[in-house]
């Protein structure tokens, strides 16, 4: 329950006062402590100060390619750092729980059927910060992952570009009421099988999304996930989303939930088509009635066949 800690009171930073949002979107390598093998490291961050000297933060990394292992994951972690002003240099220091989506081949064997790990891992940072003039920021990151068990330990140097949100409020300013925001929204996009092979499918999904409250957002969808060698998959989903406005357009969001597959033919004598489904949203209000979507969604099984779905939509709000 403990490691739950941090990434909850991450998540609550969508119900927390009036403060700057930080958005930064980060590259950089990896070092595998174990093996000691190199990769690449992407990464995207969201920040939410509280007071002077701390902050909240949910981010996404993606730990490359190292051998055998392809494993991202998202984070909430709790920082310390030094005020922050309009320019010149700032620090901090993060602490927090990881939850991982690791592919993998058992034994370290070079070829062969894989498996989809899940699991917590501790994660530690360190940044710096150049702020810019107009809300711009250059940023330097260390992070450390720690997982239990066989898993190794990864470092990852991360050279990030940052902008800081604090011109509007972060509920969802262009509703009139808590629970007006009605919308259906048609998406295409691909999916892509967490495999080392990445099958790839045309994928399709219809969303009926309600605003139950100026940060939170209830969706249900349709999900079809196309049709490739590795995997074949409809089914519905329901998820609770935290939504933070940007700007008076512009929406971040993160919604989890369950995914009922309703017609699986990629596992013969699969015991559960019961699945979970993590995703990340940006919407932009072009009017009150006219919205578009982009979403990364991770479907998350229990018989190793996770996929990615990035998808593009456009929705009518009524």
């Not at 050279?159 to 009421?177: C, I, M, Q, T």
């Not at 691909?190 to 100026?214: K, W």
């Not at 349709?222 to 512009?250: D, F, K, N, V």
Request: glycine share 10%; aromatic share 10%; charged share 15%.
């Amino acid at each position: 329950m403990n490691r739950l800690c941090p990434l909850a009171a991450a998540l609550a930073l969508a119900t927390c006062a009036v403060q700057a949002q930080d958005l930064t979107a980060q590259t950089g390598g990896l070092w595998v402590s174990g093996t000691q093998q190199h990769s690449f490291a992407v990464g995207l961050n969201y920040m939410h100060p509280v007071g002077d000297y701390l902050a909240l933060s949910l981010g996404y990394l993606n730990e490359g390619h190292p051998r055998n292992h392809h494993r991202d994951g998202i984070s909430g972690q709790i920082w310390l750092r030094t005020p922050v002003g309009q320019n010149g240099l700032s620090w901090a220091v993060g602490a927090g729980q990881y939850y991982f989506f690791d592919t993998s081949r058992p034994h370290d064997a070079s070829s062969g059927p894989y498996i989809n790990d899940h699991g917590w891992a501790p994660i530690y940072s360190v940044q710096a910060l150049w702020h810019h003039p107009e809300r711009w920021y250059t940023q330097v990151q260390l992070n450390r992952v720690i997982p239990q068990g066989a898993k190794d330990p990864t470092t990852s140097l991360m050279l990030g570009v940052g902008y800081r949100f604090d011109s509007v409020r972060g509920d969802k300013l262009h509703l009139d009421g808590p629970s007006t925001d009605d919308t259906l929204t048609l998406l295409s996009g691909q999916s892509i099988v967490n495999s080392f092979e990445s099958e790839r499918a045309h994928a399709y999904s219809l969303e009926y999304r309600r605003a139950v409250g100026r940060y939170v957002d209830w969706t249900v969808n349709y999900l079809y996930e196309g049709s490739s060698p590795a995997t074949h998959r409809t089914g519905l989903a329901s998820q609770l989303w935290l939504i933070r406005s940007l700007t008076t357009h512009l929406e971040l969001g993160m919604g989890v939930g369950p995914y009922l597959a309703i017609d699986v033919h990629d596992v013969p004598g699969a015991r559960s088509h019961k699945a979970g489904l993590a995703s990340l949203a940006t919407r932009y209000h072009f009017s009150k009635r006219v919205v578009g979507t982009l979403s990364l969604n991770r479907v998350v099984t229990d018989y190793h066949r996770d996929a990615d779905l990035l998808m593009l939509g456009l929705g009518y709000t009524y």
